[in-house]
């Protein structure tokens, strides 16, 4: 039972959480034993595929939303992976998103950047989204603690979740960190940051608590860089431990791994529930909320729960090539082409947006979108029509046997979109053998590949799921 009956705690704010939604991965990677004689490791790490990276989950993440901010809203990208350095990978997914031109995006570095992407939501009414692909030398005694996800939140009325308090606590220290060009984290000694970590957030928390005029909240969900710090703070705050199961099976997730844990906590608990979320890395952050009456309506997509559920193992040589930390053979046959960028931005209501155009004539669907009708030649122009949340039929199905793309076989499928529209496009998240005439699928935003040093995205196909897509 709570300390205190959760109405009874005073509101010192009107701003919430609007909307919230997770994405995890379908693959999951539990074994990566170099010989199999090895006892079998502990752990489990949510694994992105090889078409994955933190522009495309922010973009899967957000589109659950089915909520946008206002045109005068923030967007912000939160990442410690981005794919670009210098270049704003967040207008990427701006464009993706279809959001109004004066809507500002950001990108927010480094494993803190999740949680203050969250409270900038919080605070401005804006959209964050938090996404990370986590990287570790092969055979690295943490490999299967760390992990990859993304999760998004709108902010605005209270319908998830009301801010009843919050406090932040920076300080400096060499705990987590990677030198430009650098794929993987360097760690420092864990016992040493764990101590600074739990004392910065131990600080926080007792302010939050504080201001809020309550000795403990009725659920405790905690996120940090340092598994020492977070066991410690965990047992110190009376958690239930719900947070840490979610974590043995995903790893930690960077900059994603506080809103990931605090969507998994919305997923269950009921309206008036006081939720305390803390973070501990680079210092500590402490939110306090109150669940809104309308929790279960503000999620978007399936719970935490059910996509953890539904994952697919994946062996780990296969995840290794998919890392490009296994150099193997390809085919005997060029690489793609790099995209140029004026043909990328006269082409983005089609590259990013997956827009379509709905002949004035006769209505007809004509994709990619141009100046005459393929149906009935109109030259009288249309309306520019999105395929992005449609589902598509598979009319043609080819396997690409020589594929550059770290897998033996690829699937190209032809697809008809309902309402108008035909898609040409490979197909992901899915065993090409088994894709058959009839298949209904849903496009989804992914990297096809990199060339030159430019990171050539579009849309791909995959399963339409109707317990978790709906319609």
């Not at 704010?13 to 909307?19: D, E, H, P, V, W």
């Not at 935003?445 to 990199?450: E, K, V």
């Amino acid at each position: 039972m709570p300390d205190q009956v959760p109405d009874q705690v005073p509101s010192r704010t009107s701003i919430g959480l609007a909307a919230y939604a997770a994405y995890v991965p379908l693959h999951v990677l539990d074994d990566n034993r170099l010989d199999p004689d090895a006892p079998r490791p502990r752990g489990a790490r949510a694994v992105a595929a090889y078409d994955e990276d933190p522009v495309t989950m922010a973009v899967e993440v957000a589109r659950r939303l089915g909520r946008a901010p206002a045109e005068d809203g923030l967007l912000t990208l939160a990442t410690t992976s981005s794919p670009y350095d210098a270049k704003t990978a967040a207008t990427i997914v701006h464009e993706a998103l279809a959001l109004e031109p004066s809507v500002t995006s950001l990108d927010l570095r480094g494993h803190r950047s999740g949680l203050s992407g969250l409270d900038l939501a919080l605070r401005t009414g804006g959209l964050a989204t938090a996404a990370d692909l986590r990287m570790t030398r092969p055979g690295a005694p943490d490999e299967l603690a760390q992990g990859d996800a993304a999760a998004a939140f709108l902010g605005g009325d209270a319908r998830a979740a009301e801010l009843v308090a919050r406090a932040t606590r920076t300080e400096e220290m060499l705990e987590r960190w990677r030198l430009p060009g650098e794929r993987v984290d360097r760690v420092w000694d864990e016992r040493f940051t764990a101590d600074l970590l739990v004392r910065a957030a131990t600080d926080v928390v007792g302010q939050v608590l504080a201001e809020a005029g309550i000795e403990r909240p009725d659920v405790v969900v905690v996120s940090s860089s340092n598994a020492r710090a977070a066991a410690t703070l965990r047992k110190r705050l009376g958690g239930d431990g719900a947070d840490a199961a979610v974590e043995a099976q995903t790893g930690f997730t960077g900059a994603a791994h506080p809103g990931l844990l605090l969507a998994s906590a919305l997923d269950v608990a009921e309206p008036g529930t006081l939720v305390l979320l803390v973070s501990a890395t680079d210092g500590a952050d402490a939110l306090l909320l109150r669940v809104g009456e309308g929790v279960r309506a503000a999620r978007g997509g399936p719970s935490v729960a059910e996509q953890l559920a539904r994952r697919v193992p994946v062996s780990y040589a296969r995840y290794l090539r998919w890392r490009g930390l296994l150099d193997v053979q390809g085919p005997a046959r060029p690489a793609a082409p790099a995209p140029a960028a004026p043909p990328i931005h006269r082409r983005r209501d089609w590259k990013y947006r997956l827009e379509g155009m709905r002949c004035d004539a006769c209505s007809a669907v004509t994709t990619p979108p141009g100046p005459v009708c393929a149906r009935c030649g109109s030259v009288e122009g249309g309306k520019h029509v999105s395929l992005r949340d449609l589902p598509a039929r598979i009319v043609s199905v080819a396997q690409d046997r020589l594929t550059t793309m770290p897998e033996r076989e690829v699937a190209m499928v032809v697809a008809d979109v309902e309402g108008g529209g035909r898609l040409t496009a490979y197909a992901t998240d899915v065993d090409p053998a088994t894709l058959a005439v009839g298949d209904r699928m849903r496009p989804t935003f992914r990297r096809l590949w990199t060339t030159d040093a430019v990171h050539n995205y579009f849309w791909k196909l995959r399963p339409w799921e109707d317990h978790t897509d709906g319609e």
